[in-house]
């Protein structure tokens, strides 16, 4: 079935921070914390600031569509005939006197008061993680929750589009840590329920738990609500509830890549008619079974912030419709934790965390066999949350002390402030997959993104052409024509080296890091590290010194064995350019990542013939850069620089790459080693006095 891009495309009942962490008077929090709070309100102000420079049309659409001149709520007939409202009748009541407000105040007031409700967000959130925390964590919580929420997608999309959907979030997190009347919490998860009514699973959790007094008081709410809506706008109220099922049906079309449910999930696999609908209700009502045992288990653990986010979850999964800027649930679950060791439990936040502020498009390569996870990776996190992540419990001795790790010990190093930083410490085991693929593929895509953004216009890129090609012939190395045209007359030469060009330059970075992560992991993360630095300060190259290479000189008379003839009447040279960075020539990362190989191969390779075809690669790609004209011969030394510079600051972060094993750490703490045995012993032991 063809995918559809959609327009919103995609506790401790005391709150204590006393604990066994109590004694950590949290020094040196005061600086992070300034910061932390400087970095709210940066984000809040360019939040508020993209929003509001958008052109009146393309900012605040869905309240533009609903309360605009033009709106639905200035019409005189259903809310749903035009297709443009979704939300629930009691939601059309409460925003229908907006009507009578300015557009331009309503829109400056409308954008600083969801920005308002994020912040009591984090703070709501920070308050209720689930004790014992330490002074620091209780410091510094409550700018990281507000910072996590505004850059997640879902308040960015909810913050563009105008919608409602930070506020019923903000309800029930009030309903469960804040207000402590009962009936009261009860009535703010009843309203929450209707604007979006699948929350009234919040009141199925407050029964649950115990608080069957607010449960009832939330049921009778949302009730209230509806009837009274159902009262002040019939027709409207039986197109939602009884012609549109509870509103399914509503907006954009359900299989939408914004509808982040199992409906939404389901249609995107191709499964239609009765067929969806009866998997769609058995998946549901084993997630809400399932979702909602997990939840109870935690509440009664005391991790209360952590059964509401697993329920959020579950409501996610099980909506007919879950746009991404009703998805802040599944950011929640960020507070539980999992792994006994220490080293692994970042494993589950960065994952929520990354999920949740990037793109499937940057998490997974753009590979076919792929694109059921990209497609839904926001539901698969919401129910790895729900019904499958192994929290752990308060009562679990490694709550509070995992399993430390054990870190390696570099040995002595020439400069004596060598490693600068002692955090930058490595372990001989090796790092998690899943974590070190995210990382990888996270990286590789900001740099991508970066190198695209850091465009130049083309005169200065051509500009920057000649002075290369004039230094070269100064130095008598501008041997690229020589060898372009050289290439070109050998038909098997000059496609050995587009295809060495296209191929290579991923595959053998690839897989040294593979070999590594799995036989030397010790130095898997010094070379990994080395490769990052070198790519990082390759795109400080790209954004100061834009360069046409020798293809994409007029002129000159190269020849693009790669990408064919370019037309250089066209501004663009075609469509080429609107998909990559074409004037990221300088430095070369072709012939950085293969001076990298080598380096490491010569470096790790137990045999002498492995190190010598090691050394192969970056003669076979500096051949190939200029052979197919693609770079200069002074970009390969600026690849070299970067790929120097990437192994020195390596060096000066984490130390030399040889470390301390654990047999020669144990020799050091025992100098005096076991007592000798044997006739050495016996020729140790001393001469009573008297005896010859």
Known sequence: MERWEGRRSVVNADHSVRGDAAADTGAGAGPARVLLWLVVAVLAVRQVAVVLRQPPGERLLDLETWIGENGVLHMTGSLYDSGRFTGTPFAGLVLKPLTATAQQTLGVAWTFGSLLLVVALGLVAAKAMPGPVSRRTALLAAPVAISLFMLSLPVRNALHLGQTSILPVLLVLLA??????????????????????????????????????ASVSAGATFALATAVAWAAAPKDSWTYWVHHLAGAGLGERPDSLANQSLHGALLRLGIEGPLEIALFLVLSAAVVVLGLRRAVRYAEDGQLLLAVAVTGCVVVAVSPTAWQHQLLWVLLAVVGKVGKRASDRLVWPSVVVLAVTLPGTMLLPNIEAL??????????????????APFLPRTSPYWQHPVPTDYAKPVAARWRRVPLLPFWRRVFTRPNLLLELLLIRVVYDAYAQVRLAARAGRPLAEEHGRQIHAIEQWLHIDIEHWVNHAVVQIEWLREFFDYYYSTFHFIVPLTILGVLYVRRPADYRWVRSSIGFATLLALVGFWLYPLAPPRLMPGLGFIDTVHGVQDFAKPDYGTLTTVTNQYAAMPSLHFGWSLWCGVVIVMLAPKLWMKALGLLHPLFTIAAIVATANHWVLDAAGGALVVGLGFGLTYVLSGPRKLVTEEEREAAADPVGPPPTGPAAEESEPVPAGKP
């Open 176 to 213: 469960w840590f804040v207000v402590r009347d009962h009936r009261a919490a009860g009535v703010l998860v009843g309203i929450a329920a209707a604007f979006q009514p699948v929350l009234v699973l919040f009141a199925a959790l407050l029964w649950l738990t115990g608080r069957r007094q």
């Open 371 to 388: 694109f059921p996870v990209r497609d839904n990776i926001l539901l698969l996190t919401a129910l790895g949350a729900a019904c499958l």
